[in-house]
């Protein structure tokens, strides 16, 4: 492929703080030759690619050394960008650190902008757009499991699956074309109804799969955010105290994304907990009361998940009832307090499995945590071999490629004409290509090509 840049580029890869030692990193055509020109040791333009050499930076001007170095030298194409990149190891002091990167700049080198390395990676072909993505996922990950993740995208897992996944479209599409091609085939009821929908529809609900375990990937990442509802003094307040004394939680002030404030954070089981309107529970005992059965219906609509707590040794009255109404159809737990008390509650009403603890005793705590883990995971509680799409882009166009197949397959429907329905399933192709960042017609032209030779 051919290169698209000119300019050889330098960035401090392990960012501007004192460590250890710093990279300072450059790549492009100029970068060993850039390298060596501040470099006293061995002639980094002779030595073999993939080796590092012993030696000094030196002032490119007054040629007084600056530090003592090791460099790796890397000649294209088998790099991180295809272009050669050299890395400089030097002292991890700031001051050192930016002098050397100085002086690489004056010898030539064009300052990096961020993310260019991989940007440089992705435009010469050597990644596609979701393992660039999944390079800055790792950066940001703040858990193991959003490691995890961004590792199922550096692997190429999640490339692959779309891949398929338009190979299945371009199937599709070739069944069209040769009908289209074809006039013999001209039966476009047939040609719908056995032909596209079956496949459109097994495509489509391939999509709806990845994008429910999409969901489980933003919670892993980002954590849940789960309220904590139920009448006055079923332990709403206790439980929480509960949560949150298990060790685990930090207690702080972090604003939401929305205008709310979510008051505590609490792992479990590698997910976090984001527990919303702590505060508000705090404050008073009596949050449907006083806050207003409202802000019980605020508090469910900013939740992933619901804890509905009921106290099992009063019976159950209207309150709960209505509480419990509002939160059917929402991911939600009940949870049945103060079990160390004679039982009263007639739980028969409730359809769900009970969690039953005792907020006050400490008891059936990690039965809730595991609950919660299975809530959200499934039945295995844990991260399973499926593909987790979590990078926000990627799953934005995931549902625009659901968008078209609907249409599509609502088109099959309504006996419309093959070529409206064309377009939709080739709307859903660019769709899909944009997630591995191909997203030409070209490509699509030519892969039909390449499917099938008409002899034409
Ligand atoms: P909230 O109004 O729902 O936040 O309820 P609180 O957490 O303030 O608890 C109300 C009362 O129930 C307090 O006196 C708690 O000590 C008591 N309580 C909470 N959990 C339990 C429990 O598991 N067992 C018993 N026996 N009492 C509990």
Redesign the pocket.
């Given at each position: 492929m051919k290169k698209r840049y000119e300019e050889t580029i330098v960035g401090i890869a392990t960012g501007f703080s004192k460590g250890a030692i710093s990279i300072i990193r450059l790549s492009g055509d100029e970068a060993i030759k850039i390298a060596n020109s501040v470099f006293k040791g061995k002639n980094l333009e002779k030595v073999e690619s993939h080796t590092v050499s012993y030696g000094h930076i030196i002032d490119y001007k007054t040629r007084e050394p600056i530090d003592e170095v090791l460099v790796s030298v890397f000649k294209e194409p088998r790099t991180y960008t295809k272009e050669n990149v050299v890395e400089i190891n030097c002292h991890g002091g700031v001051f050192v650190t930016n002098q050397i990167y100085e002086n690489l700049l004056i010898a030539g080198a064009k300052p990096a902008e961020p993310g260019e390395f991989t940007k440089r990676a992705f435009l010469n072909g050597r990644i596609d757009l979701t393992k660039a993505e999944a390079v800055m996922d790792i950066i940001d990950a703040e858990n193991k499991n959003a490691v995890k993740l961004a590792n199922a995208g550096l692997s190429g897992k999640i490339a692959n699956t779309i891949r398929s996944l338009r190979q299945d479209v371009v199937n599709i599409l070739a069944v069209i074309s040769v009908n289209i091609d074809y006039p013999e085939y001209d039966d476009v009821e047939e040609l719908t109804n056995t032909e596209l929908l079956p496949k459109l529809i097994e495509i489509k609900q391939f999509i709806e799969n990845l994008l429910e375990n999409s969901k489980s990937a933003k919670y892993l990442k980002e954590g849940i955010n789960v309220a904590i509802i139920?009448?006055?003094?079923?332990?709403?307040?206790?439980?929480?105290?509960l949560l949150l004394g298990e060790s685990r939680a930090i207690v702080t002030d972090i604003p939401g994304t929305t205008r709310d404030i979510i008051e505590a954070k609490v792992n479990i089981n590698n997910i976090t907990l984001n527990l919303l309107d702590t505060a508000g529970?705090r404050s008073t005992?009596?949050?449907v009361e006083q806050i207003g059965v409202e802000k019980a219906k605020e508090s469910i609509n900013k939740a992933d998940l619901v804890l509905m707590?009921i106290?099992t040794?009063q019976v159950l009255d209207s309150e709960d009832l209505s509480l419990y109404n509002m939160v059917e159809g929402k991911p939600h737990i009940l949870i049945g307090?103060?079990?160390?008390?004679t039982k009263k509650a007639d739980l028969s009403l409730y359809n769900n499995e009970i969690v039953y603890?005792?907020?006050?005793?400490n008891e059936g705590l990690s039965n809730l945590e595991n609950k919660i883990t299975e809530v959200v995971f499934g039945e295995k509680g844990t991260i399973q071999d499926a593909t987790y799409i979590s990078n926000a882009r990627q799953v934005a166009k995931l549902n625009d490629a659901l968008n078209a197949l609907n249409e599509a397959i609502a088109k099959c429907y309504e006996q419309e004409y093959v070529d409206i329905i064309d377009i939709h399933i080739r709307e859903a192709y660019l769709a899909l290509g944009e997630i591995i960042g191909d997203g030409s017609i070209d490509s699509l032209i030519d892969e039909l090509f390449s499917k099938f030779c008409l002899g034409k």
């Open positions: 139920g009448k006055p003094n079923v332990g709403k307040s206790s439980l929480l105290n529970i005992t009596d949050i707590v106290d040794s307090n103060k079990s160390d008390l603890i005792s907020a006050l005793k």
